[in-house]
């Protein structure tokens, strides 16, 4: 990383990390919103973005992970935040068993199967399934989270919270991108037949891209789950799915930093146009197709990455 | 028995609607390889234009019950047909050349652009057609009775897709759409004129899902100006279980979606409903991945 982008990205996580400071609860709020979208992004950004399965029903393993946070907690009195690898491992292991017989469906067919899952989920999720998930009302009652014996609840606390595991969720995923797991997703994506002819299971990582963004949803779900202390399925609808995918694409399928900024532009515009009252999602239309017409590959393209030999030989294995 | 055709008879007429939606997709599709995801709300301004053409010149008073409703859809066709090369020209040209997802977001961007207009427009609540343009007859056909008006759109929604039927497979231009869906540098080689081809399907398709809008007035008596997307998204499932691309495949799968979507809330459970359709397209991807009249595409190396 060159100087002055390294100095750039510092200046805006010290800017972001002192937000609560300058800005009123409601904005605080807001900016909690973004960082959880942004967390599914990351995690749908695996999916779509890396491995370019089209997945339009990403809500579904959200609402996987928040409604098994929400049962833990409220039915076995669990901490909110100690459901948090469970409810990931939940989505993951959902996710796995919903994929493996579609993932080998070509582009727009598991368009519409994943869809498909995540409509079949809200309808379950309404019609009570299990007995468990509480119907059209949902679950309420979840218990506040805890963290060192602080109780989080005010819309600053949990931005700490919410935005750390945005930090590290980035930390983790720029990882996973540099190492051999992440290249094989990208030649997936560019040519699979090329990756299945260089050796590459291609079932296997799929799977696994599917698997990992899932069990992230999940992970976000409770956080979710945590910070609103009641949910429902209306929470988890085709419209969240269609925000996620906007959110990849319109970042620059593929890039972590253009993801984030997109989060903040889809969920942070409409708080904007909020002087056009009724008409801001008229004009959230509008902006979406001048931005798509003026920036077809997204807001910050995907570049292809340049590994050196060290560290493709450091990533080996 | 009875119970069992009336459903049957209903979900045909509901898969009729079903499939006229889904050839706009389908072709659309056939010719861009794009998932023209605002064709549900061009349905969807099928209905409220219908609504407000059929309330303010009073077509039926004037014309008369059978003549008034068929001006009222051909103008209908004819407005969203307009709409849809609109939009083909505003939201779809300039991505012509850009990557295939994003034209869906710009498709999404103009889906929620369009919602929007309406709401503002109509405002947000249920808008109600009038309920005595149409006689409330009943018909004694094989022992059933049947609504008139669902008969009707069985009979309208076969005959629009006949119709278009030979259109694609007996006319010169018909053969130029196909010529452009199988391949379009071949067929611009050919000295067909690609861009007219899109046209033209931004105009048929949007005309079909247009006409299918007034359907639905006429049939449930209420619109609603979200309702393009759960319409679109079940005429969409409905061109992918045919088989998405292929015209033949989106009429059969319409119909049968409309027919087990039908039976499946009237035997199974009317609360999943809308999961049934979606998991018979599951089972039926497992089984065949390319839906039903799909031609397996071999991978291009």
Excluded at chain 1, 255 to 278: D, K, M, T
């Amino acid at each position: 990383m060159k100087h002055g982008k390294l100095f750039a990205v510092v200046l805006l996580a010290a800017l972001l990390a002192a937000a609560p400071l300058f800005l009123n609860a409601y904005q605080v709020d807001v900016l909690n919103s973004i960082g959880l979208y942004g967390l599914l992004a990351l995690g749908l950004n695996l999916i779509l973005g890396e491995a370019g399965l089209f997945n339009m029903g990403h809500a579904a393993f959200y609402a996987v992970g928040a409604y098994t946070a929400a049962i833990l907690n409220t039915r076995y009195q669990i901490p909110i935040l100690w459901t948090l690898p469970l409810s990931g491992l939940t989505a993951g292991l959902f996710a796995l068993v919903v994929a493996r017989p579609v993932v080998h469906l070509r582009g727009d067919y598991l368009l519409i199967v994943t869809i498909g899952v995540g409509e079949i989920v809200r309808i379950a999720l309404v019609n009570d399934i299990f007995g468990m998930t509480g119907g059209a009302n949902g679950i309420f009652g979840i218990s506040r989270p805890q963290l060192f014996g602080i109780v989080i609840r005010r819309p600053w606390e949990f931005f700490y919270l919410i935005w750390g595991c945005v930090a590290l969720t980035i930390f983790l995923f720029l990882r996973l991108k540099q190492s051999r797991f992440g290249r094989a997703l990208n030649y997936l994506r560019e040519d699979e037949v090329a990756a299945e002819g260089s050796g590459i299971n291609t079932a296997y990582y799929k799977l696994a891209a599917f698997g990992l963004g899932a069990a992230w949803a999940g992970m976000a779900g409770t956080l979710f789950a945590a910070k609103m202390t009641i949910i429902s399925p209306e929470s988890f609808n085709f419209w969240e799915s269609v925000v996620l995918f906007m959110i990849v694409i319109l970042g620059g399928a593929g890039n972590i930093a253009g993801v984030l900024l997109a989060a903040f532009l889809v969920i942070g515009l409409p708080e904007l146009f909020r002087e056009f009252a009724s008409a801001r999602m008229l004009v959230f239309g509008l902006v979406m197709v001048v931005m798509m017409v003026f920036r077809p590959r997204g807001l910050l393209p995907a570049r292809g990455g340049r590994f050196s030999p060290v560290t493709l030989a450091r990533g080996r294995g | 028995m009875e119970e069992f055709f009336q459903q049957l008879t209903n979900g045909l007429a509901v898969g009729g609607i079903y499939a006229l939606i889904a050839l706009g997709y389908t072709m659309v599709y056939g010719v861009l390889k794009l998932i023209n995801f605002a064709h549900g709300d061009l349905f969807t301004y099928g209905a409220y234009l219908g609504l407000t053409l059929l309330t303010s010149l009073a077509l039926t008073d004037r014309l008369g019950f059978a003549l008034g409703v068929l001006v009222l859809v051909l103008m209908v066709m004819g407005l969203v047909a307009v709409l849809g090369a609109i939009l083909e020209r505003a939201a779809y040209r300039p991505l012509r050349e850009s990557p295939r997802l994003s034209a869906v977001v710009s498709a999404l961007g103009a889906s929620i652009f369009l919602q929007n207009t309406l709401m503002l427009i109509y405002g947000a609540r249920f808008q109600v057609y009038p309920d005595n343009i149409l006689p409330a007859t009943t018909l004694h056909l094989f022992g059933l009775y049947l609504p008139l008006m669902r008969v009707l759109i069985v009979l309208a929604s076969v005959a629009m897709m006949a119709a278009l039927y030979l259109f694609i497979q007996k006319t010169r231009i018909g053969t130029a759409i196909r010529a452009a869906a199988i391949d379009q540098g071949a067929a611009r080689l050919m000295g067909i004129d690609v861009n007219r081809v899109i046209l033209l399907v931004f105009l048929m398709g949007p005309a079909l899902g247009g006409a299918a809008g007034l359907m639905v007035g006429l049939y449930y008596g209420q619109i609603n100006f979200t309702m393009g997307w759960v319409y679109g998204m079940k005429a969409f499932t409905a061109a992918i279980l045919g088989g998405i691309g292929n015209i033949p495949g989106a009429m059969v799968g319409g119909l049968l979606l409309g027919v087990i979507e039908a039976l499946g809330a009237a035997y199974l459970s009317i609360a999943w409903k809308d999961a049934i359709a979606f998991l018979v397209l599951i089972l039926i991807l497992i089984v065949r991945p390319t839906g039903l009249l799909g031609e397996r595409v071999a991978d291009k190396i």
